[in-house]
């Protein structure tokens, strides 16, 4: 694993902040100095000012993330972030994202291999969405989005749609691009009112009330893996 991605999963940086560990010469590789390309091998010992770095244990947190946070790491303007709202000394990152205003599933990782295939088109993990819209969007409109919408970055893929009542639907996607159900549901004519992700991967908040967090069971963390060929 590189360097600066050892260091994040250790905790003690971000990966930016490790490249600037890194490049103020502060961090060494079995006694020779940390280069910004250099592998870290099992064996080998990183020290940071002299003091010895291990590797963290890895964690996966499920977040019921609530309206109004920002899903990022840090944000330059100081707005509030799921990772502010997990606790515990072992620095987790987003997998994937969901839009400020939307609530629910989110995951959070510090398993770079696990999280990189999760959010990869490739593996088109399952996402859950259910939508409140404006007006009362007709069967029509139904099998549009289940066929298939144009946007502005190509048609989306076939997805099961169906309505929960008559300004609510349910979508379950495999594809996550940005802002996909808003711009869906705008380009049939009826944009979001709210939006929440009820399931990702097949995990749900469970009794997670909005802004709570737990970490995953060993078993869940097995079905993942599984589930992306890990
Ligand atoms: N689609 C959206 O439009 N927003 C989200 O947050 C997630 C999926």
């Known amino acids: 694993m590189r360097l600066n991605a050892y260091l994040a999963r250790a905790g003690v940086a971000s990966r930016r902040g490790a490249d600037e560990l890194i490049k103020s010469g502060r961090v060494t590789v079995d006694g020779k ?6 592998f870290v091998g099992a064996t080998d ?11 963290q244990a890895l964690r996966h947190v499920l977040l019921n993330k609530p309206r109004g946070t920002i899903t990022t790491a840090r944000d330059p303007k100081g707005r509030p ?7 515990g000394d072992v620095r987790v ?10 609530t629910g599933v989110l ?3 510090n398993d770079g291999p696990l999280a990189h295939r999760l959010a990869h088109p490739r593996y088109g993990v399952e996402k859950t969405y ?5 007006g009362e969007p007709g069967d029509d409109v139904v099998s549009a989005l289940a066929q298939g919408v ?15 009542g008559p300004s609510r639907l349910e979508l379950v996607l495999h594809e996550g691009r940005n802002r996909q159900v808003r711009r869906m549901l705008e380009a049939v004519g009826h ?27 060993r078993d869940e963390v097995r079905a993942l893996r599984r589930l992306v060929g890990l």
């Open 33 to 38: 100095p940390g280069e910004l390309n250099t």
């Open 191 to 217: 944009p979001v009112v709210r939006l929440r992700r009820a399931r990702y991967a097949g995990l749900g908040p469970g009794r997670l009330r909005p802004g709570a967090w737990r970490e995953l069971t």
């Open 81 to 87: 972030t799921v990772v502010d709202l997990v606790g």
């Open 130 to 134: 259910v939508a409140d819209v404006t």
């Open 150 to 164: 144009e946007l502005e970055d190509g048609r989306t893929a076939p997805a099961r749609v169906r309505r929960l």
């Open 107 to 109: 995951l959070l990782t």
């Open 93 to 102: 990152v987003p997998v994937g994202r969901l839009d400020r205003d939307t």
């Open 45 to 55: 010992v990183v020290r940071v000012d002299g003091r010895e770095v291990g590797k």
